[in-house]
T-cell receptor, first 115, second 115 residues
Framework: AQKVTQAQTEISVVEKEDVTLDCVYETRDTTYYLFWYKQPPSGELVFLIRRNSFDEQNEISGRYSWNFQKSTSSFNFTITASQVVDSAVYFCALSLGGNTGKLIFGQGTTLQVKP | GAVVSQHPSRVICKSGTSVKIECRSLDFQATTMFWYRQFPKQSLMLMATSNEGSKATYEQGVEKDKFLINHASLTLSTLTVTSAHPEDSSFYIC???????????FGPGTRLLVL
């Protein structure tokens, strides 16, 4: 069975602090995809990144960076120099791809960035 | 690119009435659309997967006669909540992808309140 665990339910930081959101996944498949989505208070899910199981390169996009480690089945997300606008719920998700491409979501981590 | 819209964004209806929610991919052809339900402070729960031109595949526990899904074209899927009851009040959110993509792009969601 596939599963995604985001152990941190809520995180609160002060602006300009760095923060890391943890994501651990479970799957027996060798081909899979990992995602991070941001859900601001408005409700819409915003796609942040997709990573396939064969690409363990870490990625940096502005203040965002992702660390994918197959050895520990983790796909952690770090926000550097956090800002108030980063306040949102962040979801990590797993997909086995293919024709259906169903997403299995973690429970989400609520990030509050205080000014 | 990859914009998905939903209409309406918010709806209030009386118990026993039916409500139709539209999901449109605005700048790409969506071979597959997904419908999710999200309760406050919870993760997204997949309700059904809809492929263009074929019947939707419902997740276990989701009543297909209550939640009617139609995916008549490559840019439009509809979810009809039939004979809505207060317990159907929730945030409904759709997503869309093409057969070539592994990424699902989400609509802004529809908040349904059944009185």
């Amino acid at each position: 069975a596939q599963k995604v665990t985001q152990a941190q339910t809520e995180i609160s930081v002060v602006e300009k602090e760095d923060v890391t959101l943890d994501c651990v996944y479970e799957t027996r498949d060798t081909t899979y995809y990992l995602f991070w989505y941001k859900q601001p208070p408005s409700g819409e899910l915003v796609f942040l990144i997709r990573r396939n199981s064969f690409d363990e390169q870490n990625e940096i996009s502005g203040r965002y960076s992702w660390n994918f480690q197959k050895s520990t089945s983790s796909f952690n997300f770090t926000i550097t120099a956090s800002q108030v606008v980063d306040s949102a719920v962040y979801f990590c998700a797993l997909s086995l791809g293919g024709n259906t491409g169903k997403l299995i979501f973690g429970q989400g981590t609520t990030l509050q960035v205080k000014p | 690119g990859a914009v998905v819209s939903q209409h309406p964004s918010r709806v209030i209806c009386k118990s026993g009435t039916s409500v139709k929610i539209e999901c449109r991919s605005l700048d790409f052809q969506a071979t597959t659309m997904f419908w999710y339900r999200q309760f406050p402070k919870q993760s997204l729960m997949l309700m059904a997967t809809s492929n263009e031109g074929s019947k939707a595949t419902y997740e276990q526990g989701v009543e297909k006669d209550k939640f009617l899904i139609n995916h008549a074209s490559l840019t439009l899927s509809t979810l009809t909540v039939t004979s809505a009851h207060p317990e159907d009040s929730s945030f409904y959110i759709c997503s869309a992808r093409t057969w070539a993509q592994e990424t699902q792009y989400f609509g802004p969601g529809t908040r349904l309140l059944v009185l």
